[in-house]
């Protein structure tokens, strides 16, 4: 309303109705497009070493790998993806598409000229091969761009699968750090749709902080250390029941299971070097004495090495929201709080009903962003007071949801508080 001198929403709805310009402006400020080349590099080792090889494999001679980089913002992650593809002799062999809901995002991308901003992280080895300077930047090269096709498309509202737009019968869709931002009944919603989007056998990969989608299409779910993948495929037992040889037995189905008697699982397991680095999402049983040999070690005033056993227990035990509870309390210990923001966040990846791990993550984001840490407590009071207040609050024994509502409730007064009078200091 500054930019265009208007001082009355009225109006500014009046020309929403007739100036499609101005409401590609609103979207563009809207959206958040914080991206980069080999963004998460060790993601794009994950599509490398296991997702690329096993498509390979099951695809018929002579049939293109289609990709779609969802939400690909100004293009870097689809350019990413095409390098990877020529890295691996697949240049030819693959079809991008990328799209985005902000149509400058999507100019951007098109016209393939970028600043040094965008080669951080250190992408810039794998990226010059392909970069020709063009004046103050650098323009990612004919070859390479006429390998991808830029569309706008709006998750959530557009219609999927889509084979007009290149969007059906997918080998891979990558859909980083888009989610996040989306209210739960239009992720169920968007879970239906990329799994219909896939062919079978085809993958989905999410960003480390996405929600999970496990509990809204029958996902195969396998996790790595780079984060969490998600498969279609047409040999699945029953939903909710964990098998073990020829014995089925009931589990919830809101946790991801074992499917020891799936077939196609079964050619995935003895994948190389696929043991080491992917395995299915499954229970965790026994997580007790792992549990309190970590925190003997803690009371110990071992920190340090409580830490490490943390680390090397979520690593054997990824699903176990516990175990990462444990970890970023012992990470918050020592003061290293962006690591225990990371390892809680893992515990949202799981469950993002769990109060504990909104209130936690607030209390690592204080001394950064209050603004960040206000939302993260008011999102843990939100789900506390909507329980019985006598209600055990998960990973919190001896605290009830009455009671950890009153304690979360006093920690947002105080930093409203402080917000305010930063504020009029101001």
């Known amino acids: 309303m500054e930019r265009h001198r208007m001082d009355d929403p009225a ?19 809207m959206t958040i497009g914080e991206t980069y ?71 951007k991308a098109a016209a393939a000229r970028y600043g040094r901003h965008s080669l951080r ?83 989905l990969l999410l960003g480390p902080s996405d929600p999970p989608l496990w509990e809204y299409a029958p996902f195969t779910t396998f996790t790595a250390r780079a984060g969490v993948l998600y498969r279609r495929n047409p040999v699945m037992p029953e939903p909710g029941t964990l098998v073990r040889g020829n014995t089925s037995v009931r589990s919830k189905p809101s946790i991801p299971t074992l499917y020891d008697g799936c077939p196609a699982l079964e050619r995935i397991r003895d994948m190389e070097p696929v043991g080491s680095r992917l395995k299915e999402a499954s229970l965790t049983p026994g997580e007790g004495p792992i549990v309190r040999r ?29 175990l990462h509870h444990l970890h970023g309390l012992v990470l918050m210990a020592l003061g290293q ?31 950064n962003d209050r603004k960040v840490a206000l939302r993260a407590f008011e999102t843990a009071h939100a789900l506390c007071a909507g329980r019985p207040p006598d209600e055990r609050v998960e990973l919190m024994e001896g605290f009830s949801a009455g009671q950890f509502a009153a304690h979360i409730g006093r920690e947002i007064a105080a930093l409203k508080r402080s917000l305010q009078d930063g504020a009029d200091a101001g």
């Not at 109006?11 to 400020?29: R, W, Y």
């Open 11 to 29: 109006l500014l709805l009046e020309c929403l109705e007739f100036d499609p310009t101005l409401a590609g402006e609103i979207v563009s400020g």
């Open 37 to 107: 080349f080999f963004r998460d590099p060790g993601q794009f080792d994950l599509i490398r070493d296991e997702v690329l090889p096993e498509l390979q494999r099951a695809r018929p001679a002579g049939l293109p790998l289609k990709i779609w980089s969802a939400g690909c913002s100004t293009g870097e992650e689809a350019y990413s993806l095409a390098v990877l593809a020529e890295e691996m002799g697949l240049g030819d062999k693959v079809q991008i598409t990328g799209t985005d809901v902000s149509g400058s995002a999507l100019r």
């Open 121 to 203: 992280g250190g992408a810039s080895n794998r990226m010059s091969p392909y970069l020709v300077p063009c004046g103050e930047q650098l323009r990612v090269s004919e070859h390479l761009r006429s390998r991808i096709r830029f569309g706008n498309f709006c998750l959530g509202r557009d219609e999927l699968p889509s084979p007009a737009q290149g969007l059906a019968d997918l080998d891979l869709i990558v859909c980083r750090n888009v989610l996040i931002y989306l209210m739960p009944d239009m992720v169920e919603r968007i879970a239906r749709q990329f799994y219909q989007c896939l062919g079978t056998g085809g993958w």
């Open 294 to 322: 970590i925190l003997s070690t803690l009371h110990g005033g071992a920190t340090d090495v409580a830490a490490a056993l943390a680390a090397e227990a979520t690593g054997k035990h990824p699903l176990s929201a516990r």
């Open 337 to 367: 709080y962006e690591n225990a923001a990371a390892a809680l966040r893992q515990i949202l990846y799981l469950n993002r009903s769990l109060p504990v791990a909104h209130f936690l993550l607030g209390k690592c984001c204080l001394p």
